[in-house]
C-alpha cells in the first residue's frame, strides 16, 4: 500500500523555524508533483508550496521568502523548511503527491502534522 508519512511538526515562538518532512513509501514506479497545504482551524485548507519531479517551484504569496520547499527524488521525499514563523502560520500541514504505481495513479494525503507558533 503506498503511503504519505509526514514528520516534524511541533510548537516554535514566532520568528522560529521548524522543517517538515514528508516521504512516501510502498509499491510505485514514480512519485511526479508533491506539494504542502495548511488549515488553520475555522479556515478552508489551502495550498502552501509545490514543487514538480522537475523542481518546478510555486509558493503562495503568504509565505514567499520565509518558507522553502525542496525533495529527493531518490527518497521519495519532500520537505519544507519554515523560518521567520508567525502565529498565522499555526495550522496542521498536509502533505499531498500524485504518484505512479503499478496499476493505478493516485492523489495521496498525508495524515497532517501540527505547526504551533506561540510565545
Known amino acids: 500500500q503506498v503511503q504519505l508519512v509526514e514528520s516534524g511538526g511541533g510548537l516554535v515562538q514566532p520568528g522560529g523555524s521548524l522543517r517538515l518532512s514528508c516521504a512516501a513509501s510502498?509499491?510505485?514506479?514514480?512519485?511526479?508533483?508533491m506539494a504542502w497545504y495548511r488549515q488553520a482551524p475555522g479556515k478552508e485548507r489551502e495550498s502552501v508550496a509545490s514543487?514538480?519531479?522537475?523542481?518546478?517551484?510555486k509558493y503562495a504569496d503568504s509565505v514567499k521568502g520565509r518558507f522553502t520547499i525542496s525533495r529527493d527524488n531518490a527518497k521519495n521525499t519532500v520537505y519544507l523548511q519554515m523560518n521567520s514563523l508567525k502565529p498565522e502560520d499555526t495550522a496542521v500541514y498536509y502533505c499531498?503527491?500524485?504518484?505512479?504505481?503499478?496499476?493505478?495513479?493516485?492523489?495521496?494525503w498525508g495524515q497532517g502534522t501540527l505547526v504551533t507558533v506561540s510565545s
Open positions: 499531498n503527491a500524485f504518484i505512479d504505481t503499478i496499476s493505478k495513479y493516485l492523489e495521496l
Open positions: 510502498g509499491s510505485m514506479l514514480r512519485v511526479d508533483a
Open positions: 514543487i514538480t519531479r522537475g523542481f518546478s517551484i
